[in-house]
């Protein structure tokens, strides 16, 4: 345990750079990951009530009143 503890401290935190970079990149692709995860879910929840998914009807209904 001591030298895993040992290890992170070595490769993360004893350079100010490299632990403040570290918690940056973290943040960043956290971010990310919950914006993707998010997004998912809420079209799970509102498929079929979005304009990207009827949007093919409303285009083609339009068309064939140009016409």
């Not at 503890?5 to 490769?11: L, N």
């Not at 004893?14 to 879910?41: C, P, Q, W």
């Not at 998914?53 to 285009?59: C, L, V």
Request: aromatic residues 14%.
């Amino acid at each position: 345990m001591a030298g895993l503890t040992s290890a992170i401290y070595s490769t993360f935190i004893h350079r100010n750079a490299v632990y403040l970079s570290t918690i940056f990149l973290g943040a960043f692709a956290f971010e990310i990951g919950y914006d993707v995860a998010s997004n998912k879910i809420w079209d799970a929840m509102n498929r079929g009530r979005q304009w990207k998914d009827i949007k093919a009807r409303y285009m083609q209904a339009e068309e064939e009143d140009d016409e």
